[in-house]
């Protein structure tokens, strides 16, 4: 009778029978439950008490009752669970009943992935200790829920240390490696969350995880080769570990990743990309990368309609171009028409715009230059300048430091006359004049000098003579004395124009530069005299 009374408290329902479990599709997804009638009491002492009676009884049946109401209210809650009840979990989950253990912690995923439990107070209230102790159990769906649910509290930063004190990273490790593909998928989730931290990714080396993740690339299952890939992602932003990684199977690492850039699955190639990126630091990694044939797999990236992998691709590529000795290889028609390609499409993307400046900057510097100079990559560059506004700081100091290098050459300067016209000379001299950024109006000033020693510039120029005066003036009492020079050293050579002489004569300009010759004559005078002093 007293056990009658407390399963009234909790309401009248009819739940699905229990081997149902059995056949979950998805450790995420619940069974449909049918209710009659059935009103969730109120969370409050009554229930509570009852609940608590239920679920510490030795009786199995009266256990799973518990565990079946609260598999019920997962699915409907909308508020948090109060604390007490998870306490109750403690005892659901240490059961030795199997279905109890499938139920609860299935209950217990959908609270955290609802919101309805703060990730902390599972910490709190030592129900890690449980879960962790699920992860030792031989039933499949058991496995997964509770990978399950340490992926979900391994989002948290104190979770993960906590998670790998208590015991929980080699458990992990041992069912990433499950036949069960669900198993799998949640194991190697909850490691990839875990080496967010550095602190656990230092515990996951010492437990030999690098040649297991490495192993799981191979895996059929996407889910599998995105986390364990993501998590070798992390684990390379410590250069330190790149020579561990690297040393299996004769850069065993290497082709894998080189074979998922082609994955059909934009996630795994975008992780691939990623992974390739951090590990590609060293010279030796990076003439591996071209030796290995990575350019027929990095090229289709830069054309895929996802910004992202359009973004990874190109920080891919702008590294791999730093070695001079694999800037023979990248300076071919293929590379330069894809890049060149994607300057023009993603003119107002500043991380792909500034990346793709400084690939183009570096392959300036090999003896193929006039490939170069004569690729989309110039239009896309001066389509990049002409939309400056979308651009930060960063991307306009590629950009303006990539023309600053073209323009140099003969055959740089020729091809950017070619498209240069008074708009894109007025963004130039808008740029000069903000000398507050600092390295785009520096750039921007030694593009304009270049240009200058052609005669069609000047022309251009002579309508945007106060313009000039203005930024010029600004560069005649800047404090750094590369702008004091190049300010000088434009001046003159606009000066060989009348028409700018006359205007030069007549400014302010003029009266600066008076005061510079008479304060350096004056000091050239002082530094006579101190020498002279010292030579006596």
């Known amino acids: 009778m007293k056990t009658k009374h407390h399963v009234e408290k909790l309401g009248e329902c009819e739940f699905v029978p ?63 669970l109060p604390t007490e009840h998870l306490e109750i979990y403690y005892a659901l989950l240490k059961t030795s ?30 129900l890690l200790e449980p879960i962790l102790e699920l992860l030792e159990s031989n039933d499949p769906m ?17 979770n993960r240390e906590a998670i790998a004190s208590a015991g929980g990273v ?44 490495t192993l799981l690339l191979e895996s059929s299952d996407s889910e599998v080769q995105y986390y364990s890939c993501a998590a070798l992602s992390n684990m390379a932003t410590n250069s330190q570990r790149h020579e561990v990684m690297l040393q299996t199977g004769d850069r065993f690492l290497l082709r894998i990743l080189l074979s998922l850039l082609s994955s059909s699955v934009d996630k795994v190639s975008n992780q691939a990309c990623v992974c390739l990126r951090n590990l590609v630091t060293s010279e030796s990694v990076q003439t591996s990368l071209i030796s290995m044939g990575i350019l027929p797999h990095l ?114 300067s020729a091809s950017i006359l070619e498209l240069m016209d008074e708009l894109l000379l007025s963004c130039l001299m808008r740029l000069a004049d903000q000398v507050e950024q600092t390295e785009p109006s520096f750039q921007a000033a030694v593009i304009i000098k270049h240009l200058i020693q052609h005669g069609e510039v000047v022309h251009l120029l002579k309508s945007h003579i106060s313009k000039i005066q203005q930024y010029l003036m600004k560069y005649l009492t800047h404090q750094e004395t590369r702008f004091q020079r190049l300010g000088i050293s434009t001046l003159c050579l606009l000066q060989k124009d009348t028409e700018f002489s006359s205007a030069f004569i007549q400014s302010q300009l003029k009266k600066h530069l008076d005061q510079i010759c008479q304060q350096t004559e004056e000091m050239q005078e002082l530094l006579k005299m101190a020498v002279g002093n010292m030579d006596t």
């Open 18 to 80: 229990l081997n149902l479990f059995a056949s979950f599709s998805h450790p995420f997804v619940s069974p449909t439950i049918q209710v009659q009638g059935f009103e969730i009491p109120p969370l409050g002492e009554v229930s509570l008490s009852a609940l608590k009676t239920l679920a510490f009884s030795e009786n199995s049946n009266l256990q799973q009752s518990a565990s079946l109401f609260y598999l019920h209210i997962s699915q409907y809650l909308n508020i948090q």
């Open 97 to 126: 009943d199997l279905d109890v253990q499938r139920i609860s912690s299935l209950s217990l995923v959908t609270f955290l992935l609802k919101g309805n439990v703060p990730k902390e107070h599972v910490i709190q209230l030592d």
């Open 142 to 158: 058991v496995q997964c829920n509770s990978c399950a649910c340490i992926m979900i509290l391994a989002v948290s930063d104190t």
């Open 170 to 213: 080699v458990p992990l490790l041992t069912l990433s490696k499950s036949y069960d593909p669900r198993v799998q998928q949640y194991a190697v989730g909850a490691i990839f969350n875990l080496t967010q931290s550095e602190w656990v990714q230092q515990f996951l080396c010492r437990q030999g995880a690098i040649p297991v993740l």
């Open 299 to 412: 090229l289709p990236l830069l054309d895929s309609n996802n910004a992202e992998i359009q973004q990874n691709s190109i920080v891919l590529l702008r590294m791999l171009s730093q070695h001079p000795a694999n800037q023979d290889a990248l300076v071919c028609h293929e590379v330069l028409q894809s890049v060149g390609k994607l300057l023009i499409t993603r003119k107002t993307d500043p991380v792909i715009i500034g990346h793709a400046a400084c690939f183009v900057k570096n392959l300036s510097y090999s003896k193929s230059i006039k490939r170069v100079v004569e690729s989309p990559c110039v239009e896309g560059l001066l389509q990049a300048l002409r939309g400056a506004e979308y651009l930060d700081e960063g991307a306009l100091h590629c950009v303006t430091s990539c023309l600053g290098e073209l323009v140099k050459h003969e055959e740089g």
